[in-house]
Every structure is written in C-alpha cells, then in structure tokens.
C-alpha cells in the first residue's frame, strides 16, 4: 500500500470544513463537541499522515496549497493545538457556535500554513480576523480597541502586499507593520491582553498561537525585504520580549499573566526571524514549534482551573495543588518548557537562539537571556500563587476528567519526546533554513517579475 499516493492535505484541509457544517447542523452542545472531537482526531491523523509522506520538494495540491518543508512539520503541530483546545474546554462553555469557530479557525490555519501564493496567504490571515470578533460581539464584550487594531492590521497588510508586487520599497515596510501588530510587538500589543479578557479562551488561543505573523514572515518577507527593515524589526522584538516578560511578573490576574507571556514569546520566535541568518532562522522554526505546542499546554492547565475555580487572581496563595495535583505538574512542565528548561521541548531551541545570536553582539545575547529569566520568574510566581499556600476544603469532586486526564498525557509526552527528538529536528531544519534564505526558494509566495 503506498501511504504517499493518499490525499493526505485534501483531508487534511476538508475535515474541518465538513465538521464546522455538520457542528452547525446539531442543537446539543455535547454532541456538537463529540462530533468536533471526532473531526479534529481525523484531522490530526491526515496532517500526521501528511508530514510523514512528505520526502522533499514539494506536493502540488489545486496549485495554491502544497505540504513543503515549513508545512511538513507543522500541519500536525497546529491540529495538536487545536484538538488541546477543545479537550481543555469545560462542558459547561461547549456550544455548538464554539465548535464551529474552533473548527473554521483550523481550516484557516491549516489553510495558511499550506498556501503557496502570496494573495493566498494574505486573505486567510484576513478571515481569520473575523473569529475573534465574531466572538467578541456574541459575548456582548466592547470590541471596539480590538477591532481598531486589526483594521489597521488588515490595512496595512493589504496595502503593503499590493505595492511590494510593483516593487515598492515601502510595500515591504508597510507589511513589516502589520506583521508586527498582528505578534503583539510593542506599542501595536494593546490588542492581546483585551483579547484574552474579553474571548474565550480557546478562541484567543486558537488565533494568537498558531504565530501566524512568523509564517507570513517566512513566506512574505524574506525574499526581497530591505535588511535595515529588519534590523529594525529585530530591535523591536527583542525590546518587546523584554517587556512581555516583565509585565507577566507583575500582573495580577492569570489572564493578563498569560497574554504577556504570550507576547514575550511571541516577540522571541519573531526576533529569531528578523536575524535573518542561519542559524537565527534555524531557531525560529524551531521556537515555533516549540512554544506554540508549550503555551497550548500552559493555557489547557489555566483553563481547567478556571472552570473549577472561576477568575484567577495572583494576588494571594490559592493552595490547589492538593486537589488538581495533575494540573499543576502539566501547568510548572509546560511553563518551565516554554523558557527551555533542560529535557524538555523548548531546550535545544532556546539554546540556539541564545548561541546564534552571539554573532550579533554580547548584549543581544545578554538580553535574551533576560527575557527568559523574566518569563521563568513570571511562570514560577503564578505556579506559588495558584497551587501553594493555605488548603481550600470542599465536598465536591474536583479530581481531573477522564478527558483532561488524556490531555495532560498527550501534553507531558509532546514536551518530553519532543526534547529527547530535538537534535533531530534542529538538523532538519537547518536545512531548511538554508533554502529559506536562498531567495529564489519560496517561488510559490513571490509575485512574478519581482
């Protein structure tokens, strides 16, 4: 039986379209999330499939999307993510509305991660917009910071792709932008933090995680961007990784600790990219993967404390660790990971940025390994504040599901085999890397004459 001659990306990209309908179709929240369930495992097994059968080049799919070296990898890590999210959503917060934006918002994703033409690209990133405020404004919650931010980046987005198809150097610029806003960069990061207040978590997660801006980055920018544009760039994300990290040290509330750490991270894969080097592209790939699938954890712990708890403060010792031991050594290995903890996912990444950026100056490497010391700091406190401290007595049950029990195996498998396979897939992408920065490699995503 030859496994690569299966439409692994067709299925792949249908699944959760199909699902989305038939989610849409049904009136009881619990069977709208069995069936979700169901569509993403297909999902995750085609994108799996879809990986493992790709041997190099590329695989041409109605000539805009294919499974190439950046996808490959990438298509079961973003079904992972959102198949977690679904798994980490209480019963009590399932509907069927919030299965069929889950389930859109993994065609987008799966979509853009395989989209070969620029316009492609351009227009997911566009509809994927949509979700969170189709959230935001079903939940009654002001929108209006938000929405402004991301008609900038819509704006911005358009327009500089258009004008970089002339040749414009401000096209580039122009795109640069927009990128940067949709990561979070300081002072365009305004945007996240009201988003994880304001939207469900899974949809926030579902829209901020996957890092689109880094693929968009990769396919989008650097064919043929001016490299002072992302020298300038790199400053800005090493200055906002900073930020991100110290900002989560001091917050109050998990919610806004979680969304800086958010930006943190985020600004670290991107500055990895700005680098525009080797070695730094090496460790975006990388990060990418890495932090997505760690965050993805951090949050699936969060967000079984909140059904259980409700709102979140850091304000005091909550002491859960007695009653949910599993959620707090899911939440202190996923967050521990995410700073590259040794033996653990984020490690060798983490240690390749670090080492890469040597090249570029003492004081860079200095200030990415402080911004990892704050995200670690930041990380620690929230665990001492949720799961230490006095012990909460109640009579009701409040023992891990049997679904969050699958969760957090699936979780602490992927953050320890993926440190124990990271040599591996740092050699992988190096590779990768390289072809990356020949700038005639990414056909598929420069306009022609170019």
Known sequence: MNLSAWPWLELTLLLPLLGAAVAALIKTPSTAARSSLGFLIGTLACATGAGLTFTGGTVRLW???????????????????????????????????????????????????????????????????????????????????????????????????????????????????????RGGIAPLHGWLPTLFQGARYGTAMVFVLPLLEVLAALRLLLPATPVWMLDAASVACLVTAVYGGGMAVVQEETRKFYAHLCVSQTSLVLFAVMLHTSNGLTAALCLWMSSMLALAGLAFSIRALEARFGALSLREHHGYYEQVPGLAVCFLITGLASVGFPGTIGFVPMELLISGSV????????????AAMLNGIAIMRAYFALFTGRRPTTSVSLQVTPVERVGIVIIAVVVFLGGWFSPGVVASRHGTADRLLDRGSIQGAVPPGR
């Open 63 to 181: 000539n805009g999307f294919a499974v190439d070296e950046v996808a490959a990898p990438m298509l079961p890590a973003f079904a992972l993510l959102h198949m977690l999210t679904l798994l980490g959503t209480a019963k009590s917060r399932v509907s069927p509305m919030v299965c069929v934006r889950l389930l859109l918002a993994t065609f987008l994703n799966l979509g853009a991660v395989t989209a070969q033409d620029g316009w492609g690209i351009v227009t997911l990133l566009v509809l994927g917009v949509l979700l969170p405020l189709w959230d935001l404004l079903s939940r009654g919650v002001p929108a209006r910071g938000f929405l402004l931010h991301m008609v900038l980046f819509v704006s911005l987005l358009i327009v500089g792709w258009r004008m970089t198809e002339d040749g414009q150097e401000l096209g580039y610029g122009l795109l640069l932008l927009a990128l940067l806003l």
């Open 359 to 370: 090249e570029q100056g003492l004081w860079v490497s200095g200030t990415l390994a402080v």
